[in-house]
């Protein structure tokens, strides 16, 4: 058996450890298999196997991740943060078998040419990696054709169902903003999207309906192939708790244990759960691929970080790496709910709600089952007017990074026809919303280890809000004027849901409304007064959220500046240790960041086959 939960007594040393199988873990694990049949691989994952679960496959159950009670989700939970109005974020990030790509949103996206260029690292330029990004999908949607992959093992569409009259009215309604629609804003060819433009969504999802994950697509017929991959292994359930190194610092191995998740449950395939740890070795290379929330602690734990850290947490120091934990980033989101006259079957509502029954839904394989409510995406810039209007600050900051480079936007909204929440409390109604998120934040924050145990929480802090001249909430309050603005332009807008948006006065044109039909005739913009703008800077501090795109505290850049991995992937200080997963960016992209864990998984494996002659 291939795939097992309990580590078998002879798997004592394999030859190449991937510590994680989440979205680059599993790229990573397949393409060395594939180029080396004989080379012994070993993934090791915390969480449990995915495969065919209902609510990983289908895609309209993608909420089910997120909920506080998931058991395939990794909650990693902040410290009380003063710019935040003292909240404790909480970020959920992948924690099953494919990670991030088997409970994410399913949303197809693209950095921008310039994101990747800025990264400034040898053999990471866009034009260097759009070959990657090519190579792990096979597209289905309009646009360049050059630029998209047409025999990668994750499919792109449309998905199976699509809410035709909002996403025509969405799409109508930003074109008078003067946001047109794109065939294709994802094409990372270096057009400009200025002002911006919405697009039609695409999303990882199979032209079956079934959800396109790194496991699944990957990994799953892999080890189902009748042998071609018989030295590929996968352990689920379980923890890497350190790399283990030899005297002159190589990685030789991991220390692992059960994940506390799966104490009380059984092994399926040996004896019963124990929670001590196990020792596998490594001949040839380990690769921590634990996701930017994940891989940190792991290095920490291993003694590869900062010293204060380590001390404080009773690590003996291995390697002095001061980046290690830093540069966290996330993108800066709001999700804002409207009154609408949308039909029961053009949202999700009453799945969510328990109105429709689930189960005969998946029994007759319903279209609805292959949607993610997320019809229109976008990238948009403010223009110079809004820009002046955002002060001085803003400005200086707006012509240095953004006025040269037209092809950076400000912000990606997202229509989602569904109430981005718990529906429990709601009335019997359905809801449009917008998800909106800011794409380059300057602020940081971090994750370290408090002690040596896989157990002992972290010391993680989003910095959410904290850049010193406010550029990042000065965004966020320019995406939620612009997604409202756009939202007021559909036909089927019938006001806010109030609970969901800034308090506004009543008296105040920026107060919620609640209507019997569209706006009539020309819609003119909210006049936001000052007053109006402290109430939403508090609101957006006490409700800003994650985007679920935690990139950077490994970063790959030279060590003086805090570095953590070359552009090798290779972990400074030690040898025969890489870091493979969206820990390494640098620096932010606009978008989504699925797909940048894809095309790191597929170039870390080149530079390993490369590395090894595999
Ligand atoms: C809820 C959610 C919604 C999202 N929506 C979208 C979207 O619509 N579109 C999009 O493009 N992107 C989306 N993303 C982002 C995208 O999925 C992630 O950026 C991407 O999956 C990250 O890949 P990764 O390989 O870096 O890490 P992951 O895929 O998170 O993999 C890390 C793996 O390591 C495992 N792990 C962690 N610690 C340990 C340990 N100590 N030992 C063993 N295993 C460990 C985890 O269980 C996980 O499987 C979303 C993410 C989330 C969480």
């Given at each position: 058996?291939?795939?097992?939960?309990?580590?078998?007594?002879?798997?004592?040393?394999?030859?190449?450890?991937?510590?994680?199988?989440?979205?680059?873990?599993?790229?990573?694990?397949?393409?060395?298999?594939?180029?080396?049949?004989?080379?012994?691989?070993?993934?090791?994952?915390?969480?449990?196997?995915?495969?065919?679960?209902?609510?990983?496959?289908?895609?309209?159950?993608?909420?089910?991740?997120?909920?506080?009670?998931?058991?395939?989700?990794?909650?990693?939970?902040?410290?009380?943060?003063?710019?935040?109005?003292?909240?404790?974020?909480?970020?959920?990030?992948?924690?099953?078998?494919?990670?991030?790509?088997?409970?994410?949103?399913?949303?197809?996206?693209?950095?921008?040419?310039?994101?990747?260029?800025?990264?400034?690292?040898?053999?990471?330029?866009?034009?260097?990696?759009?070959?990657?990004?090519?190579?792990?999908?096979?597209?289905?949607?309009?646009?360049?054709?050059?630029?998209?992959?047409?025999?990668?093992?994750?499919?792109?569409?449309?998905?199976?169902?699509?809410?035709?009259?909002?996403?025509?009215?969405?799409?109508?309604?930003?074109?008078?903003?003067?946001?047109?629609?794109?065939?294709?804003?994802?094409?990372?060819?270096?057009?400009?999207?200025?002002?911006?433009?919405?697009?039609?969504?695409?999303?990882?999802?199979?032209?079956?309906?079934?959800?396109?994950?790194?496991?699944?697509?990957?990994?799953?017929?892999?080890?189902?192939?009748?042998?071609?991959?018989?030295?590929?292994?996968?352990?689920?359930?379980?923890?890497?708790?350190?790399?283990?190194?030899?005297?002159?610092k190589?990685?030789?191995?991991?220390?692992?244990?059960?994940?506390?998740?799966?104490?009380?449950?059984?092994?399926?395939?040996?004896?019963?759960?124990?929670?001590?740890?196990?020792?596998?070795?490594?001949?040839?290379?380990?690769?921590?691929?634990?996701?930017?929330?994940?891989?940190?602690?792991?290095?920490?734990?291993?003694g590869v970080g900062d010293p204060a850290v380590l001390k404080?947490?009773?690590?003996?120091l291995v390697a002095d790496v001061l980046g290690v934990?830093?540069?966290?980033?996330?993108?800066?989101?709001?999700?804002?709910?409207?009154?609408?006259?949308?039909?029961?079957?053009?949202?999700?509502?009453?799945?969510?709600?328990?109105?429709?029954?689930?189960?005969?839904?998946?029994?007759?394989?319903?279209?609805?089952?292959?949607?993610?409510?997320?019809?229109?995406?976008?990238?948009?810039?403010?223009?110079?007017?809004?820009?002046?209007?955002?002060?001085?600050?803003?400005?200086?900051?707006?012509?240095?990074?953004?006025?040269?480079?037209?092809?950076?936007?400000?912000?990606?909204?997202?229509?989602?026809?569904?109430?981005?929440?718990?529906?429990?409390?709601?009335?019997?109604?359905?809801?449009?919303?917008?998800?909106?998120?800011?794409?380059?934040?300057?602020?940081?924050?971090?994750?370290?280890?408090?002690?040596?145990?896989?157990?002992?929480?972290?010391?993680?802090?989003?910095?959410?809000?904290?850049?010193?001249?406010?550029?990042?909430?000065?965004?966020?309050?320019?995406?939620?004027?612009?997604?409202?603005?756009?939202?007021?332009?559909?036909?089927?807008?019938?006001?806010?849901?109030?609970?969901?948006?800034?308090?506004?006065?009543?008296?105040?044109?920026?107060?919620?409304?609640?209507?019997?039909?569209?706006?009539?005739?020309?819609?003119?913009?909210?006049?936001?007064?000052?007053?109006?703008?402290?109430?939403?800077?508090?609101?957006?501090?006490?409700?800003?959220?994650?985007?679920?795109?935690?990139?950077?505290?490994?970063?790959?850049?030279?060590r003086?500046?805090?570095?953590?991995?070359?552009?090798?992937?290779?972990?400074y200080g030690v040898?025969?240790?890489?870091?493979?997963?969206?820990?390494?960016?640098?620096?932010?992209?606009?978008?989504?960041?699925?797909?940048?864990?894809?095309?790191?998984?597929?170039?870390?494996?080149?530079?390993?086959?490369?590395?090894?002659?595999?």
């Amino acid at each position: 058996m291939s795939l097992f939960n309990t580590i078998p007594n002879d798997l004592d040393e394999v030859d190449i450890i991937i510590a994680g199988g989440g979205t680059a873990g599993c790229v990573l694990a397949a393409r060395l298999s594939d180029a080396s049949p004989n080379t012994s691989i070993l993934v090791v994952e915390g969480g449990r196997n995915n495969r065919g679960d209902p609510s990983i496959v289908h895609p309209a159950l993608f909420l089910s991740g997120i909920a506080p009670t998931s058991t395939t989700t990794l909650f990693y939970k902040g410290a009380a943060e003063p710019s935040l109005a003292g909240r404790e974020m909480v970020v959920p990030s992948g924690g099953v078998l494919g990670g991030g790509s088997s409970i994410n949103l399913l949303t197809y996206s693209r950095a921008q040419k310039s994101d990747l260029d800025a990264w400034g690292v040898p053999g990471w330029t866009a034009d260097e990696l759009v070959p990657y990004m090519k190579k792990f999908e096979t597209y289905h949607g309009p646009g360049k054709a050059a630029t998209h992959g047409d025999s990668g093992p994750v499919h792109v569409t449309g998905g199976t169902f699509t809410a035709s009259h909002s996403k025509a009215d969405f799409i109508q309604a930003a074109d008078r903003l003067g946001w047109p629609l794109s065939r294709d804003l994802q094409a990372v060819d270096g057009s400009a999207c200025s002002p911006g433009a919405v697009q039609a969504n695409l999303r990882y999802i199979g032209e079956d309906g079934t959800r396109q994950d790194a496991a699944h697509r990957y990994l799953h017929p892999r080890l189902d192939d009748g042998g071609a991959h018989q030295q590929l292994r996968v352990l689920t359930e379980h923890q890497v708790v350190r790399v283990l190194f030899d005297g002159e610092k190589r990685a030789v191995g991991i220390e692992c244990q059960r994940d506390s998740r799966f104490l009380d449950g059984d092994a399926v395939d040996g004896p019963a759960a124990s929670a001590s740890p196990r020792i596998i070795m490594a001949r040839r290379l380990v690769v921590v691929s634990c996701g930017a929330l994940g891989s940190p602690l792991v290095l920490e734990r291993s003694g590869v970080g900062d010293p204060a850290v380590l001390k404080r947490a009773g690590v003996p120091l291995v390697a002095d790496v001061l980046g290690v934990g830093l540069n966290y980033m996330d993108h800066h989101v709001l999700a804002c709910p409207y009154r609408s006259s949308l039909e029961p079957d053009e949202t999700l509502d009453a799945l969510y709600a328990g109105r429709i029954d689930m189960g005969a839904l998946v029994a007759r394989r319903d279209p609805l089952l292959g949607w993610n409510a997320a019809d229109v995406t976008s990238k948009l810039r403010p223009s110079e007017d809004d820009v002046d209007a955002m002060g001085e600050e803003f400005r200086d900051v707006w012509d240095r990074d953004f006025k040269e480079r037209p092809d950076r936007p400000l912000a990606i909204i997202t229509s989602l026809n569904c109430f981005p929440g718990d529906p429990s409390s709601l009335p019997v109604a359905q809801f449009m919303s917008a998800s909106s998120f800011t794409t380059y934040p300057y602020s940081r924050g971090h994750i370290h280890i408090t002690g040596p145990r896989a157990t002992d929480p972290p010391d993680f802090r989003t910095g959410f809000f904290t850049d010193p001249h406010g550029v990042d909430v000065k965004s966020s309050m320019w995406a939620y004027k612009k997604q409202r603005e756009i939202l007021r332009r559909m036909a089927v807008y019938r006001g806010e849901w109030a609970p969901g948006h800034p308090p506004f006065a009543s008296d105040s044109p920026a107060a919620c409304v609640e209507r019997e039909g569209p706006i009539a005739g020309e819609v003119k913009n909210i006049a936001y007064t000052r007053e109006d703008d402290a109430v939403l800077e508090k609101w957006l501090r006490e409700n800003v959220q994650t985007t679920w795109h935690s990139m950077g505290t490994c970063k790959m850049a030279p060590r003086e500046e805090r570095g953590v991995v070359d552009p090798t992937l290779s972990v400074y200080g030690v040898q025969r240790l890489k870091v493979v997963d969206l820990s390494i960016p640098p620096s932010n992209i606009a978008a989504n960041t699925g797909s940048a864990a894809f095309m790191v998984g597929e170039k870390a494996a080149d530079l390993i086959i490369a590395e090894l002659g595999l």
